[in-house]
């Protein structure tokens, strides 16, 4: 063989070559390869990565955050997506490559629990984009930043760390946080600040927001709570009122919490306490002008002087206005004179009293309308039990059922009146601690029952007015004006004449008064008690059967006696003749007594002056009236 044969390479050789010069390079695919650059167009930049052919790669890939277009000759890895296409060029990619090289690293810092820089690129749905090195992330709102943030602008594409919440690396799914950087970061500055802070220290700082129930002060990198109640000593509305966004203001810190680094400040704190020695500024039973500065159910607030406010409780405020609304009396603003009724400076409570200052009204009532002295005023109200009569223009008195009228009962009394009437009543009873007055107005008029000056056992004359089955109605006085029930056993002495419909209405009969109860309105009468007075009353005058006398002597001399008026006596006399014709009728009467009730039997011994002993049983009360009709 000739040395120009020899130095021809064979295939076999040709292969072996090939082969060596492949040696040392992983060229999977789905592989992380380094090539070099060998020529950079307008639009592509060729790579070789040692294979037949050269890849070309969009020159976007190499642009971005942080990165530039590379030079002929730089190294750079991509990856190697297909060794040869069907135009049989290598596949290989820039973007993918930085991508498996980001998600190793990020993989790293997130079991790590570290940041991971990277730039907010594009705006998504419900969030943002983020670039971490080749690898994309979801960035939603509210992990921005602490605070909401309303442009985001001045925060794109510059590069800035953020902390990975979540990956998923088949999904290719990475979730970050802004916010939890900010906070990290704000936590260890507010720990620093926190340690440097002590309570009951003096410091400015400048109002940065401001809330219904406070203020929250910039103390130079950490804020604190600047509550309501601890802005001024005298009562605050809304903090509005006293402190405005951007206002420069000193406050002592009053509390810190380690655990939650929360600090409570306060600027009242810095001024005198105006209620050291209130007890003596403000002694019980000095009056005061006072401001009303707020209206409550209970009550009303008087301010005494700024920081110092007292309650007046809705029973202070009026002597005669109850059950009302404070706001229907006092009204915000309004200037008061005020009674101190009790200081608390340890609770820091003043109790006020409005009509302390002023005169009793019920006082002067007294004064104005005596216990006997008649009124003239207007019906406010009228009740259940009564009628209000408007005395002066802020009391009422009560006029009561029992006291409206002599005759009529309350509920039949009541109905003659009506709301709005003008009525004079007579003053019979004040009641300054109760604040109560009793008026009446039948007082006005005398009692028709003392007008008659009826007594007991006294005979009367009175007209039928009703009939029913158990007796018959009666009325009698001046104006006939009282009434009277008389049962039917106290009709007649006789039993046979113990029937109410012997009488008619009209009629004009004597009875004889038994009791009289004026706490009832009540007169109670018989006839039967009449008849057995004068019987006894004529036995007593002409004889007696103990004598010898029989009933006919002494009817006959108490005739001859009676001579003059013998014609208007004469049925009488017929009556007594006929009642008494034995002296066991008059007297014994023994069925008679059987028959009678407890209380017919005592009427019956009063009648005839049998003593008795009224508490005794009806048996006694029996044998003590037979033993007594028996003499």
């Known amino acids: 063989m000739s040395d120009t044969q020899s130095q021809i390479p064979s295939r076999d050789d040709f292969a072996s070559m090939l082969e060596a010069s492949f040696a040392g390079q992983d060229l999977a695919e789905g592989s992380v390869i380094t090539g070099r650059v060998t020529a950079v167009e307008n639009d592509f930049v060729t790579v070789d990565i040692g294979l037949k052919t050269e890849g070309r790669i969009p020159v976007r890939e190499f642009t971005g955050p942080g990165s530039k277009a590379p030079s002929v000759g730089d190294d750079v890895e991509v990856y190697l997506e297909r060794i040869e296409n069907a135009l049989g060029d290598a596949v290989i990619s820039r ?46 709102g509210s992990q921005v930043d602490i605070r909401p943030v309303r442009d985001v602008g001045p925060l794109m594409n510059i590069e800035q760390p953020f902390a990975i919440l979540k990956m998923d690396r088949p999904r290719g799914n990475i979730v970050v946080s802004r916010r939890a950087v900010l906070e990290e970061s704000r936590a260890e500055q507010r720990a620093e600040l926190v340690g440097q802070l002590a309570e009951g220290e003096a410091r400015e700082g400048i109002v940065k927001n401001i809330t219904d129930y406070g203020a929250f002060v910039d103390l130079g990198g950490i804020d604190g709570l600047l509550h309501v109640t601890d802005m001024s000593w005298s009562r605050v509305g809304h903090p509005s009122e006293v402190v405005e966004v951007g ?43 006072g401001r009303v500065t707020n209206i409550a159910e209970y009550g009303a607030f008087v301010e005494l002087e700024a920081g110092v406010e007292g309650l007046v409780h809705v029973s202070e405020m009026s002597w005669t206005k109850k059950n009302v609304h404070p706001g229907k009396i006092v009204s915000t603003s309004e200037e008061v004179d005020v009674m101190v009724l009790d200081v608390d400076s340890d609770k820091r409570r003043i109790s006020l009293g409005i009509k302390q200052t ?36 802020e009391i009422d008195g009560m006029v009561h059922l029992s006291d409206i009228d002599w005759n009529k009962s309350g509920d039949e009394a009541v109905k003659d009146y009506n709301k709005g009437d003008t009525v004079h009543a007579k003053v019979l009873d004040i009641d300054i601690e109760k604040e109560r007055v009793s ?23 009175v007209t ?3 009939i029913t089955s158990g007796g018959i109605e009666v009325t009698f006085g001046d104006d006939n004006n009282l009434k009277s029930f008389i049962r039917k056993s106290d009709l007649s002495r006789d ?32 006839i039967k008690a009449l008849q057995i007075a004068e019987e006894k009353e004529a036995v007593q005058q002409y004889g007696s059967s103990d004598s010898g006398a029989s009933l006919g002597d002494i009817l006959g001399a108490a005739l001859k006696d009676a001579a003059p008026a013998a014609e208007e006596k004469k049925p009488a006399a017929k009556k007594a003749a006929a009642k008494a014709d034995d002296k066991a009728e008059a007297a014994d009467a023994g069925e008679d007594f059987d028959a009678m009730t407890k209380a017919q039997l005592v009427e019956y011994a009063e009648a005839n002056d049998i003593e008795i002993v009224k508490s005794a049983k009806v048996a006694e009360v029996r044998d003590a009236v037979k033993a007594a009709a028996g003499k």
């Open 247 to 289: 206002q420069t203001v000193n406050v002592q810190i009053i509390r810190i919490n380690p655990e939650t680094q929360r600090i409570s400040l306060g600027m009242k704190q810095l001024m005198s306490d105006p209620w050291e020695g209130i007890a003596a500024k403000y002694p019980v039973g000095a009056t005061f002008k």
């Open 95 to 140: 973007d993918k490559a930085r991508r498996e090289e980001s998600w190793d690293r990020l993989e790293k810092a997130f079991d790590k629990k570290e940041p991971t820089n990277g730039a907010i690129v594009g705006r998504v749905k419900g969030g943002f984009t983020v670039d971490l090195g080749g690898a994309s992330a979801f960035l939603p």
């Open 495 to 526: 039993r046979d004449e113990q029937r109410p419909e012997r009488f008619a209405v009209g009629d004009k009969i004597d009875a004889r008064v038994m009791n009289i109860d004026k706490g009832s309105r009540r007169v109670s009468l018989s």
């Open 439 to 461: 008026l009446g107005i039948k007082q006005l008029a005398s009692d028709p029952m003392d007008e008659g000056g009826y007594r007991r056992n006294e005979t009367i004359t």
């Open 358 to 393: 002023q005169r009793n009204p019920w006082d002067m009532l007294a004064e104005k309308h005596p216990i006997g002295s008649t009124v003239e005023g207007e019906v406010k109200n009228i009740t259940e039990f009564g009628l209000f009569v408007g005395i002066d223009d």
């Open 464 to 466: 039928v007015s009703e």
